[in-house]
């Protein structure tokens, strides 16, 4: 490990988890072209940020588009490379990508199933956690514009995080009778990674209290 930690003391095992569509990139039902995928404002400064924040910033999202027959499993990780370079001149960076191709009921079996990792179905955290030694997914963060993201959270004790980019206006219309109430609602990405900066120094206080 480096120096490079050295403003968070290491037992901060955080991540912050962020949906695609919708909270990083547009969202325009299905993306099927790379030439759909533009950054939202404020999208490339903010996971900079976060990447300065020495903070993993993992991607989980949901493609059943895959299931749907719209498009293939490469197709996604050509979108999530084009993604990279779309940050690239932000000095922003992804650390990872996960994503649930399933749907319980649309399309063919391999894809047409039941899974563990549909969100909200906590799987892709789990992978994720898998994947990364000592990740604590009590310390962390899931950003999205979905019910579907919030419940995630709270199925694994992290923070949600509402955006009202995407489908964030009507999820936040619909999260009081959803008793879905998320740990901040912000207006995009920029925002919620504030509110994520602010609560890391409080997580910390409070882990060295103990
Ligand atoms: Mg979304
Ligand atoms: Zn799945």
Request: glycine share 8%; proline share 6%; aromatic share 8%.
């Amino acid at each position: 490990m480096s120096g490079r930690r050295e403003n968070f003391p290491a037992r901060f095992r955080g991540a912050v988890f962020l949906d695609r569509d919708g909270t990083i990139i547009e969202e325009v039902n299905y993306l099927s072209r790379l030439d759909q995928l533009r950054l939202l404002d404020g999208a490339g400064p903010a996971i900079a940020r976060l990447n300065r924040l020495k903070l993993p910033v993992i991607v989980v999202s949901n493609q059943s588009g895959i299931a749907r027959g719209y498009f293939d499993e490469e197709f996604v990780r050509r979108s999530h490379r084009r993604l990279q370079e779309l940050l690239r001149p932000y000095g922003a960076r992804i650390d990872d990508f996960f994503f649930c191709p399933h749907h319980p009921d649309h399309g063919q079996p391999p894809y047409r199933r039941v899974c563990d990792c549909r969100k909200p179905a906590p799987g892709l955290l789990l992978q994720a956690a898998a994947a990364r030694h000592g990740l604590d997914l009590e310390k962390s963060f899931v950003v999205g514009d979905k019910a579907c993201d919030l419940e995630l959270a709270a199925r694994v004790g992290a923070r949600g995080i509402l955006v009202l980019t995407g489908y964030g206006a009507e999820t936040a219309a619909a999260a009081a009778k959803n008793h879905l109430a998320p740990a901040f609602t912000g207006p995009g990405l920029a925002e919620a990674v504030a509110w994520i900066s602010s609560e890391m120094a409080e997580i910390n206080r409070e882990s060295q209290r103990r």
